[in-house]
């Protein structure tokens, strides 16, 4: 049996692995910034959620990734404008990082892609899929096919970001009624 040159190159690159393509658009502190532009400082604060906290996430059909977040309390003049939380999830099989940003009366404000690394579905990108996510709460059903859009070719990072957003507002909510955002 005889190999050529380009049979081998062939044989090479169709058992190498596609290429990852990561960019990153946003830094977390960048995104904060961006969706609350009167800020003047951003307080990190650390939420823990206790056992029944992570019960009550879960008897709300949220999956409680972690007990611990970090979220940046958006403050002008001392008084508090919002909260900020940045997060990944997988897209189809890379992460993708993104920050949203919540209002005082716990309305989604903005959701930022920070960072994108997969090499299909960076439509989530588009400010337009993005602004579907304004306005909802944690009694929104935030829901791909629901109240939120599918991209076509996107449908694992549209469905892993809205998972993402739904957590990250039901948190917010939580640790509201709590007093544990002040």
């Known amino acids: 049996m005889r190999i050529t040159l380009a049979g081998a190159l062939s044989a090479v690159a169709a058992a190498a692995p596609a290429a990852a393509f990561a960019v990153d658009y946003l830094s977390a502190e960048q995104a904060a910034q961006l969706i609350f532009p009167d800020a003047d400082r951003f307080e990190p604060r650390e939420l823990s959620l206790d056992a029944t906290q992570l019960q009550a996430l879960a008897a709300q059909g949220v999956r409680p990734r972690s007990a611990r977040w970090a979220v940046r309390v958006a403050e002008h003049a001392g008084q508090p404008l919002g909260y900020v939380v940045s997060d990944e999830v997988i897209g189809k099989f890379e992460l ?31 400010p337009a899929w993005r602004r579907q996510f304004v306005g909802k709460t944690a009694t929104s059903p935030l829901r791909v096919g629901d109240d939120i859009a599918n991209i076509s070719g996107a449908t694992l990072s549209c469905t892993h970001l809205t998972e993402g957003v739904k957590r990250i507002v039901a948190v917010v909510a939580l640790a509201r009624r709590s007093g544990a955002l002040g």
């Not at 993708?96 to 439509?123: P, T």
């Open 96 to 126: 993708i990082s993104y920050a949203v940003g919540i209002g005082l009366d716990g309305a989604v404000k903005q959701v930022e892609i920070l960072s994108y690394r997969e090499s299909h579905g960076g439509e989530v990108r588009l």
